[in-house]
Structures are given as C-alpha cells and as structure tokens.
C-alpha cells in the first residue's frame, strides 16, 4: 500500500489515537529513565509503608493500563500473569483485592527484569490496541488513556520521592545521580508581602476549559475571599533555621495538639533529612548529602511543620482559595522536574507578583483536602482515584522539582496527611490584609 492509499485509509479517530500512541510512549520512555541510575538492588527496598519499592511502581503504572484498558477493550488481549493483578493493585478494592502496601518490599518474585518484560507485553499490547482501535469504544478508550498518563507522571514523582527517601537510609549517603544540574548561586532579600482584595472568586476547574483535570479539580464555584496578604515567595532554609534556633520543637505554643504529639513521638529536631555535622547543617539530597542553601525554599516539612513555623512568626498558611486567586495571575513557570535540579533552588524574586507558585516545593494550604460542590467521582473502579482520600488530608498546590512541568495546572490539588514529610513540601506564608 502507497502512502498516499494509507492515508486516505486512516480515519481522523485512528490518526487521533496514534497521537495518543505518542503521547503514551513519550510518558513511558520517561518513567524507565528515571530508573535508569538505579541498582538492582535499589528496585527492591521499602524504606517505609508509605515508600513503594521502584519496582513496584513500574509495575502497578503498567497494571493499571491492562486493568482498565486492555482487559475491557483489547479482545485479544491475553495476560502476561493473571497473579500480577493482585500483586500489583494498589487500592482498588471495587477491582480485585490488593497486595498489602507496606508488604510490597517482600515481592522478590518476580523479579526487575520480570517486571520489566511485563512492561513490555503491555506497551506492546497497547500499540496494537491503539494503531488498530475498535470504534465504539474509542472515545471511552481514549479517556482512560487520558488519566492513565497523568497517573504515570504522579508515579514518577513519587520515584523520586521515594527512591531519595531510600537513599536516606544508607549511611554512605549515596547519590542517585552526580551529574545533576548543580542549583544556582543566589541571594534572597527579606520576605515581603503582596496584598490582594476581598473579593467572589472563581474556584476550580471549568470543565468547559479544554485540558484535562481530575475529578477533584471539578465543580468550578464561587467563593468568597477575604482580603488577604500573601508571601514573595516561599520560606527558605535559612529562616526555618532560625526557628530551630529559637527551640521551635521544643515549645509546644505554636503547635497544634497532633503536631506536638508527633513531634515529641518521632523526636523531630529538624526538616526530614537534615543532619547537623562540625556545627554545620547539611541535608541529603539526590546529589547525596550536601551542606544547606540559606537561600532555598525549606524542603521536606509537615503540614504540622509549616503551621507552627506560621505560628512563630505572626503569620498562617494560605487557604487554597486564597493561593489559586494568586497562582492564576502569575506565569505557571518554575523550577520542575525538566530543570534537571530534582531540588528546590533560590530565585530572584519579583516586585511585581510573588515568585515561585510553581516548582521547587509544593506549598502547603491550610485547607482541608474536601470535596468541591457537586463533586461526583468518576464511575466504576476509577472512582476510587480520588474521592475515597477526602479525609484527614491537606492539600498543597502548585508542584514540585520532581513534578513534569506539563503535569501542573492552576488548579491542581495535591493531599498527604498532615504529617508526611517525605514528598517535596514547602510554606508559603499569608496574613490578614
């Protein structure tokens, strides 16, 4: 067949599908170099229940697109191993019954280059599924893959999250990578301080806007702001410095009562992974263990964390309201995972907006992570993604060093409970106007 007969063959929905094609190797192809730098031995450990083994992550992204896309929609398909579907379900308990998730660092069977075949009888499953794709089920295969491939990029994240959180353990101090694009020489001046009027504003995504969003960005509402006042830019190490200075884990006043609790329960001195040596305060990072930047964002905090350092210095958290009326007047630019720094970094700041919404460290809100009104999850299994989580968890906004900076949008909502310190959290302070 002449190319000139191909193209007149192939329909607008199969060239449509083949874009995703792309798209999804594209996404993929950037999973596996993440793993790239590992060790064997690294695929396997579970430093924590909250970490997942890499290897199990490789594996549940590639479950997921054979539990909802190619068992319902590919007719040919055909199981590598039908037992992977227990092992590597995460927590869909309307799907299967999962794998418990703080034993996931006793899979040893199968092993990495196991996982990885899986890997690939699944791409290879889904190329065929989408060079060839049954009509009638098109537009429902096409919207699976469109939640498919923003649940990878989560994952990828939290590689990193959890590979660095691995890493921590050895007391080599091991790097991930040596050749990371070293952070940027930068002082910040003193924190100041953007006011913005009370207001009604519109929260949420607007599903009539083009893009995707997940379910818990849905329900676009007003509400009512009131005025408010709203940091430059996030607090760096420097000044969380000197709450440790001034005996901030040691002073129950500015804590809530289940901060203080856990503070005193896990002897927290100092932000996850700092470590004081010769009268100098280092921290490990991806780069290993390297001394503190004074002028970067202060990294690896609890929501607990931020709110007694708010606290300590006069000020709150913003609530999400409050950081997406901010958020959606600023660039959505930052310093995020193709920045190669896999580490928040110091930033000019601006005098003309805050700095700094986006990358580096997710911000911490003082908002609960709640349902918006008329919030409907999504229907079958995958409306377990969201909505089952909307229970004592916080919300952060505005992404990460290790976030895909096509991942983000002004009205992502991140959670974790109020305690978790391992992902790339930060504080962005506010204060009444």
């Not at 998730?101 to 190329?127: F, L, N």
């Not at 009512?224 to 709450?243: C, K, M, S, W």
């Not at 900076?405 to 991140?414: F, K, L, S």
């Amino acid at each position: 067949m002449s190319l000139a007969e191909a193209a007149i063959k192939e329909t607008p929905d199969t060239f449509h599908a083949k874009e995703w094609l792309r798209r999804y190797q594209r996404v993929r192809a950037a999973t596996e170099a993440i793993c790239a730098p590992l060790c064997k031995e690294d695929y396997m450990v579970q430093s924590m229940p909250d970490v997942s083994p890499p290897k199990w992550h490789i594996a549940h992204v590639s479950w997921f697109f054979e539990a909802f896309v190619l068992k319902p929609f590919h007719p040919a398909y055909q199981p590598l191993d039908p037992a992977y579907d227990h092992l590597f379900n995460s927590y869909y308990v309307t799907h299967g019954t999962p794998f418990p998730r703080p034993d996931r660092g006793m899979i040893s069977r199968p092993t990495v280059e196991d996982v990885y075949r899986y890997r690939a009888h699944i791409d290879r499953a889904m190329a065929e599924l989408l060079n060839d794709p049954p009509q009638e089920h098109l537009e429902e295969i096409l919207r699976r893959l469109e939640l498919g491939l923003p649940h990878e990029q989560q994952h990828q994240e939290l590689l990193f999250m959890d590979i660095k959180h691995i890493l921590a353990q050895n007391p080599l101090c091991p790097s991930y990578r040596d050749d990371l694009v070293p952070p940027p020489e930068q002082e910040v001046g003193e924190l100041g301080w953007h006011l913005y009027p009370a207001g009604v504003r519109s929260i949420g995504h607007d599903e009539a806007e083009k893009g995707f969003a997940y379910d818990n960005e849905m329900g676009r509402h007003r509400q009512y702001v009131e005025a408010f006042q709203i940091a430059d830019r996030p607090v760096t190490n420097g000044e969380f410095l000197e709450f440790i200075r001034a005996g901030g884990y040691d002073k129950p006043d500015y804590w809530l009562s289940d901060g203080w609790a856990t503070v005193k329960a896990e002897g927290w001195r100092a932000p996850l992974y700092w470590v004081e040596r010769d009268g100098v305060w280092h921290h490990f990072t991806l780069r290993g263990l390297v001394p503190v930047d004074m002028n970067a964002p202060v990294c690896h905090v609890s929501f607990f964390e931020a709110d007694a350092y708010a606290q300590w210095v006069g000020a709150r958290l913003p609530t999400e309201a409050e950081w997406e009326t901010v958020a959606r007047e600023v660039p959505m630019q930052g310093n995020f995972v193709e920045q190669d720094h896999l580490q928040p970094v110091a930033s000019m700041q601006s005098t003309s907006a805050p700095g700094q919404m986006f990358g580096d460290v997710w911000e911490w809100t003082g908002s609960a992570y709640r349902p918006y009104p008329g919030f409907r999850t999504l229907s079958g299994s995958l409306g377990e993604y969201n909505g089952k989580f909307m229970s004592g968890q916080m919300v952060l906004r505005g992404g990460c060093c290790a976030t895909p900076a096509d991942h983000i949008r002004v009205t992502y909502r991140n959670f974790f409970p109020p305690h978790a310190r391992w992902a790339f959290s930060g504080i962005r302070l506010a204060k009444e106007s």
